[in-house]
């Protein structure tokens, strides 16, 4: 079964803070996504990375694809980085649909 | 820059009645998403339709459940006798390319159902 695991679930932070959100998945994909969702319920696409790594500002995403295994990183956190941190597994197939994890909500206190 | 766009932003209905929720995916965008996230939950997997036919779709996407793309720009979900727990925040979503990585999706702002 196509599985996402996330970790933490919760994550409360200091302003400034590094923070690092883990993301695991049971099969083969084609490739790993992380998203972001804001508390009206909306949802963007940070990144989209079948291997190596990516940079957008202060934000950072990884894969490694032999461990199954992703992280996001936030470098110098600030309020405004609040929200719920999704990462979404790629499977290949017909569709390209998206399988998502549980998702971690980040507050980061100024 | 473009967008997708849901309509409308929240729906309230009665158990029993059919609604239809209205998308406008990215202008030259060739694959379509419908994902729902029921509150405090993951968002899941509907349907994908691509070449005006379904894709594939979750065991969620039941006969209740249809899309369709009526006049090249609009893609719809409709759910023919809503039930209690459709209650959902609704996502359509669309992609441009299909290659081995499959593109980037590009999601709306959501359609809120209420069923009461």
């Known amino acids: 079964k196509n599985e996402v695991e996330q970790s933490p679930q919760n994550l409360t932070a200091q302003e400034g803070e590094f923070i690092t959100i883990n993301c695991s998945y049971s099969v083969g994909i084609s490739a790993l996504h992380w998203l972001q969702q804001h508390p009206g319920g909306g949802i963007v696409s940070l990144f989209m990375l079948s291997s190596g790594k990516k940079k957008h500002g202060r934000l950072i995403a990884t894969i490694n694809i032999q461990e199954k295994h992703s992280s996001l990183h936030i470098t110098a956190s600030h309020p405004r980085d609040s929200a719920v941190y999704i990462c979404a597994a790629q499977y290949g197939g017909a569709t390209n649909k998206l399988i998502f994890g549980t998702g971690t909500l980040l507050a980061v206190q100024p | 820059e473009p967008e997708v766009t849901q309509t409308p932003s929240h729906q309230v209905t009665q158990m029993g009645q059919e609604v239809i929720l209205r998308c406008v995916p990215i202008s030259n965008h060739l694959y379509f998403y419908w994902y729902r996230q029921i509150l405090g939950q993951k968002v899941e997997f509907l349907v994908s339709?691509?070449?005006?036919?379904?894709?594939?779709k979750s065991e969620i996407f039941d006969d209740q459940f249809s899309v369709e793309r009526p006049d090249g720009s609009n893609f719809t979900l409709k759910i023919r006798s809503t039930k209690l727990e459709d209650s959902a925040m609704y996502f359509c979503?669309?992609?441009?390319?299909?290659?081995?990585?499959?593109?980037?999706?590009?999601f709306g702002p959501g359609t809120r159902l209420t069923v009461t």
């Open positions: 339709f691509y070449n005006n036919e379904i894709s594939e």
């Open positions: 979503a669309s992609k441009a390319i299909w290659s081995g990585l499959g593109g980037e999706q590009y």
